[in-house]
C-alpha cells in the first residue's frame, strides 16, 4: 500500500501487520532485471523534478545568492519552503520511492517550479493522476479511405504518422522531400528514427538541432501517456543506442506537444524552401496524425 503525505492530512492508520514506510524504487537492481511500469514512471518523476529544480535560478523567485553553490538551480530545502511541503515527502519523491502524492502538492510544485501548461500536464501523468481511458495499445490499421489522403493533396506534401511516429501513409512529394524516409529497412518507416538514425535528414533539416529536440520531447511526452506499451519503449530504446544526441538529451526530460509551424527544408540539390506544416488529428483514430507542408513564397 503506498504512504500518502501527512502534511496534507492523507496519512490513513496502518492496517494491523501493515507498514507505512515507503519502498524505495529508485535503486535500478541488477542489469537485466525487468523494470515494471510504475518504477519505471516513478523513476522518471524523480529525474524530472531534479531537472526543473536545477534550471530555477534563486534570484528568479526572490532568494538572494549565497555564496558558492555545488548544485545548479534550488536546492531541495529550498525548493520545499517555497512550495510548502514535506522536506522528507519531497525526498521521496526525487529518490523514485512509491509514495502516492496528492494533487495538491503536485500543483504546489507546478507553481514553484514554474512549470508551462504541457509540463505541468507531464508532471500530473507521472505521478499518476491521468485518465485510465486512454489507450496504451497500438492503433488500430490504418483505413484505406484515410490511407488515401496524402494522395489526394499531390503535389503539397504530406503524410500520416502513428503514436510512435511510424509513417503509416505518404505521398510522392512526401517521399521527395524527405529522402530515405520510406525506403524499406528492418522496420517500418518511422520519422523519429529517419530524424535521429539517418544522416539524409541532416541533410534536408537545415535546422536540425531544434527540430530534433522538439521531436524527442514530443516522443518523451508520448511515452508518459502510454507506459505500459511495449512499442514506444522498443523505439526510445533503439533511439538510445544509435543517437548520441538522444542518450545526451533525454534525462533533460524536456515535453513538447504536437503541434503546427515552420520548417525550413533542403532539397537534395542544396535548394532551401521554408514550409508551413499543418497537424491533423484523427477523429476516429487519435494517435493518427495528418501532417501537410505548404511551400511559403520567398
Do not use: C
Amino acid at each position: 500500500m503506498p504512504a500518502t503525505d501527512p502534511k496534507h492530512g492523507e496519512n490513513p492508520a496502518p492496517k494491523h501487520g501493515e507498514s507505512l514506510t515507503p519502498k524505495r524504487g529508485g535503486n535500478p537492481g541488477p542489469p537485466n532485471r525487468p523494470v515494471h511500469p510504475a518504477e519505471a514512471r516513478r523513476r522518471d518523476l524523480g529525474a524530472f523534478l531534479r531537472s526543473r529544480r536545477e534550471r530555477i535560478a534563486p534570484d528568479q523567485v526572490g532568494l538572494p545568492r549565497t555564496g558558492r553553490r555545488r548544485t545548479p538551480g534550488l536546492r531541495r530545502e529550498e525548493l520545499v519552503l517555497l512550495a510548502g511541503i514535506s522536506a522528507t515527502w519531497y525526498t521521496y519523491l526525487e529518490q523514485g520511492r512509491d509514495i502516492r502524492v496528492s494533487e495538491q502538492v503536485l500543483t504546489a510544485l507546478a507553481t514553484t517550479l514554474r512549470l508551462d501548461p504541457h509540463e505541468r500536464g507531464h508532471l500530473f501523468h507521472l505521478a499518476g493522476h491521468t485518465s485510465a481511458a486512454e489507450p496504451t495499445a497500438p492503433a488500430e490499421p490504418l483505413p484505406p479511405e484515410a490511407a488515401a489522403v496524402p494522395h489526394l493533396l499531390q503535389p503539397n506534401p504530406a503524410y500520416i504518422i502513428g503514436g510512435t511516429y511510424d509513417v503509416l501513409s505518404h505521398n510522392q512529394a512526401a517521399a521527395d522531400l524527405f529522402p530515405n524516409l520510406t525506403a524499406p529497412t528492418e522496420h517500418p518507416p518511422n520519422l523519429a528514427r529517419w530524424v535521429f538514425l539517418d544522416p539524409a535528414a541532416r541533410h534536408t533539416l537545415v535546422d536540425w538541432e531544434p527540430e530534433a529536440r522538439g521531436l524527442l520531447a514530443r516522443l518523451r511526452t508520448l511515452t508518459t501517456h502510454h507506459p505500459e506499451a511495449p512499442h514506444y519503449r522498443r523505439l526510445i530504446d533503439d533511439l538510445h543506442t544509435g543517437s548520441a544526441e538522444v542518450r545526451a538529451w533525454w534525462p533533460q526530460h524536456e515535453v513538447q506537444p504536437r503541434h503546427s509551424g515552420h520548417k525550413r527544408l533542403r532539397a537534395p540539390d542544396g535548394q532551401v524552401t521554408e514550409f508551413a506544416y499543418t497537424a491533423f488529428h484523427s477523429a476516429d483514430h487519435p494517435t493518427h496524425t495528418l501532417v501537410i507542408y505548404t511551400p511559403l513564397k520567398p
